[in-house]
């Protein structure tokens, strides 16, 4: 199977898995010197999100591994699955949030050191506002579900800081110490969102749940060239396995023509549907005579 590890992905998820524990050094520092909740939950998100990123550098490593006697497919749906554990750690790391924040909400707690808090804050807000984007530009290029999933991830830790920073700016400036465990409790709520999203386009991975969008784009693509050719053609599935698109269609020829003429017609269709669609990409076309066109068998039924 093509499509090896190429060493962009490789280099973008082994920088994000170093800087994730980095990063938590800084905010577990941060959390102890000031006694912030909402410092604390950046923190304990960040503790989920070194787990999920190295599960993740895991996953996109097996993911390009090319099939063998038992996994025919090759290997690239654990992708899915690695997205799934991301978005499951966000929200155990949400839910760990509302907790500290209710905690402290209910105890009190004394805060201290917030300049030198928010400047690691911010430094860490920073670090991650260019990782996250790099990760998800990575993962558009090279259409990996995982890489987008780490983005996305390092991205909702970018709200968490953001939110960490505006209640320590609005407690500095008014004295009033609930504006911590409110702002804790709001980026917890987008941290739910994001591991909810995430947990959900798992789901429908795994599921094999079809892009409509692609949908209409090998529609179009066939509907051209079979009017083109005087074809049609039929039972058009696909699916995408976390980083190959797989294609399977029906496509149904008078029944004079030749064997070697219908190969060739159908190569050529195949080959445009690659193109249409990158370069891991597996399509399958089943050659039938107009007269068996409507010929239905147990096996070929959704």
Known sequence: MSGSLSEDQSKVMSLS???AVAL????????????SSAIYSDAAESVTHVLAVAFAAWALRLSHKPSDDTHHFGH????????????AMISAAALLIVYEAGRQALVGAEISSMGLGMILTAAAAV????LGSALLRVGKKRNSAVLRANGHHVLADVWTSGAVLIALALIQF???????PIFATLAAAKLLWTGAK??????????????LRVEKELRDCLDAECAEAGLSYHNLRHRHSGRTHWVEFHLVFP???????????????EGKIAALLGPDVRVISHLEPR??????YDWEVR
């Open 255 to 269: 029944d004079q023509a030749g064997l070697q003429e219908a190969h060739e017609v159908a190569t050529l269709m």
């Open 291 to 296: 007269s068996a066109e409507h010929q239905v």
């Open 198 to 211: 995430l947990m959900r386009e798992s789901f429908g991975g795994l599921m094999d749940e079809a892009d």
């Open 76 to 87: 690239d749906k654990v992708a899915f699955l690695s997205s799934g554990f991301e978005g």
């Open 174 to 180: 008014t004295g009033w110490k609930w504006w911590d």
């Open 127 to 130: 670090v991650n506002l260019v």
């Open 24 to 35: 938590l050094i800084v905010k577990v520092t941060a959390a102890a010197i000031t006694g």
């Open 17 to 19: 898995l170093w800087i």
